[in-house]
């Protein structure tokens, strides 16, 4: 929401979440900024906006189409509220992002990669459990009506030494990680070690760090 309310400064920005915790944190980002004044929130669920028809030239949602049974309602939903021409733009996260060198030496190597099949072991469980989605992103963007489908890759890198910003993300979101059902308690108790702030083995005080992400952004004209 920031990137888009600093490059379109002379726009109106509406940012949506369901949850209150997500709407504060969003506030509370830009309560010191002169953007305030151009970002709208609401604390509302995406699949029914209170947002006029027709009203924005872009929709954009960032990692929670995947969440519904019918991500295409979704879709339609923020489409809605698009001009005839605008677009919907529905970013995935391609691939868990990658920071540990293989061997950390602590634990067994490769611990990212146990973390990364944990996780998809947790995710393919709960996406079952709430109904089957056998489609892909552009087949959903085209049954919501959309033309034009584009794919778009997005690859982001940084290298030590980390801004304090990206290694309080970067700690937060590992040590997170320790909380998934399906990693074992000696592998979380390693997460919990290396990300343990102001002690020998905190692998974010490491200066030998490369963090890669990588994203997809679906897009469609209404
Ligand atoms: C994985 S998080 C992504 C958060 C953020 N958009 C991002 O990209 O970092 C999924 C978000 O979807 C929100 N969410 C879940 N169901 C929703 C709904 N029905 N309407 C609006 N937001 C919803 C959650 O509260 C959560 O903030």
């Not at 726009?11 to 004044?37: P, W, Y």
């Not at 108790?189 to 490369?210: C, F, M, Q, S, V």
Request: glycine share 6%; hydrophobic share 45%.
């Amino acid at each position: 929401m920031q990137l888009f309310a600093e490059r379109f400064r002379e726009g109106r920005v509406a940012a949506l979440d369901i949850s209150a915790k997500a709407i504060e944190a969003l506030k509370a980002r830009f309560a010191e900024s002169d953007l305030k004044n151009m970002v709208t929130t609401y604390e509302a669920d995406v699949l029914k906006m209170p947002l006029e028809d027709a009203t924005f030239d872009l929709a954009w949602s960032s990692h929670t189409m995947h969440i519904f049974v019918d991500p295409v309602a979704g879709v339609c939903e923020l489409a809605r509220v698009v001009m005839p021409g605008g677009r919907v733009a529905i970013r995935k996260v391609a691939y868990s992002g990658r920071l540990l060198p293989l061997d950390i030496g602590i634990g067994e190597p490769g611990i990212e990669s146990r973390i990364q099949a944990a996780f998809t072991k947790w995710f393919v469980a709960d996406r079952f459990k709430r109904g089957r989605v056998p489609f892909g992103w552009p087949r959903v963007l085209m049954n919501a009506g959309l033309r034009e489908i584009e794919v778009i890759l997005f690859f982001f890198q940084v290298s030590t030494p980390f801004s304090a910003m990206q290694t309080e993300y970067l700690r937060k979101s590992l040590r997170g990680k320790a909380d998934l059902e399906h990693l074992d308690a000696s592998e979380k108790a390693t997460l919990l070690r290396i990300t343990e702030p102001g002690t020998p083995d905190d692998a974010l005080a490491r200066d030998d760090l490369h963090f890669t992400d990588i994203a997809t952004v679906f897009v469609g004209r209404v």
